[in-house]
């Protein structure tokens, strides 16, 4: 790169300031530095503005702005010392330290922030059986989190970075918009990538598949593996991705958006689910247990919603739409329910 403009320079300068400078890139600003006769009036002004345009990263507190101070005073010493400066020896030292002092203020307020992220404590939340809670993270997204799940994020979001979370269970998201800080959402080898939407995330440990469904807005799906990322979809709204863990498999299917997350409502909606699925559900909802006499059962579909009923209005439901087939007992501390009899479906 050739430096012959001062927005040329200024591009130079950024990079110098970054670190990402080739030795052969530094010569050339330097070169450029020692010709110029009002280097300290405007390198000030490019400072300044590059501060200004690379609002990415930029801390904005107060010790932030009193280090950028910093630098404009040791921007101030050095043209006094290069105005006493008669030898072109000179100059270029007076112009090598400006730089070096304009970098160590810009590298500053960044070590400022890294560090500051080494001490971000990290909160935890994990729902038991028959659990949910309504989470408000610090950008003020808000999670609601399903029985059974575990939800981690930092104790508040640095500025200029990536907001990420780790999800183990079920959590439908309403996430607040913020275009420079996409919101991350880590689940085993899925990662959930949002700038501003809601969706719905079912990531069970123990599962055979993942999904990721949207109700609002745009979500970008990858999965890792082998230590590479690969972009699975897009997904807009009534669009959900299954995702096999077995073999990385994915499929993307249509879904009504107003039913994705019924279950933070009470509403439990079966489209041709298998028992054993369903019963999985129930446990963690309802907190309780399934021993089940003949696993055949488990076979049997159902289309089925139930919406604010206890889990023995859901069990005789069960019991009738299979006419009669499937039977059940439940113990004395109504907390494990039997189920005897024979695959069936409705």
């Keep these: 790169m050739k430096v012959n403009t001062n927005e040329e320079t200024k591009k130079l300068f950024k990079l110098y300031l970054e670190g990402n400078t080739t030795p052969e890139q530094e010569e050339e600003l330097f070169s450029y530095i020692r010709g110029q006769e009002e280097i300290d009036e405007y390198f000030e002004e490019l400072t300044a503005t590059a501060w200004n345009e690379d609002n990415s990263w930029r801390d904005d507190s107060l010790s932030a702005k009193v280090e950028l101070q910093s630098v404009w005073s040791k921007i101030a010493e050095e043209e006094d010392l290069r105005k006493k400066a008669n030898s072109s020896w000179l100059k270029y030292a007076a112009s090598f330290i400006l730089v070096c002092a304009a970098a160590l203020g810009w590298y500053s307020v960044k070590t400022e922030t890294k560090e500051g992220s080494q001490q971000i404590a990290l909160m935890t939340k994990i729902t038991k059986r028959g659990e949910r809670v309504k989470l408000l ?12 799940s ?25 996430v607040k918009s913020d275009a420079s800080r996409p919101f991350i959402v880590h689940s085993g080898n899925l990662q959930t990538r949002v700038l501003g939407t809601s969706f719905n995330i079912d990531a069970y440990p123990g599962s055979q598949h993942f999904s990721v469904s949207v109700r609002t807005g745009k979500v970008g799906v990858s999965a890792s593996g082998e230590g590479k990322l690969t972009h699975l979809s897009f997904l807009t709204p009534g669009k959900n991705l299954v995702y096999k863990l077995r073999d990385s498999s994915y499929a993307v299917n249509e879904t009504k958006a107003a039913d994705l997350n019924s279950w933070t409502e009470n509403r439990f909606i079966f489209k041709n689910e298998l028992l054993s699925v369903i019963l999985t559900r129930l446990e963690r909802s309802y907190n309780v247990s399934f021993n089940v006499k003949n696993e055949k059962m488990l ?15 859901i069990i005789e439901q069960l019991h009738i739409m299979s006419s009669g087939k499937i039977h059940y007992e439940f113990n004395v501390h109504k907390t494990i329910i039997t189920l005897w009899g024979e695959e069936a479906n409705d």
């Design 137 to 148: 993270l610090p950008d003020s997204s808000v999670v609601y989190l399903n029985a059974v």
């Design 150 to 174: 575990k939800l981690s994020f930092p104790q508040h979001f640095e500025k200029g970075k990536t907001r990420e979370i780790h999800l183990e269970g079920e959590a439908f998201f309403e």
């Design 299 to 313: 076979k049997s579909r159902f289309n089925a919603t139930f919406h604010n009923k206890n889990i023995k209005q």
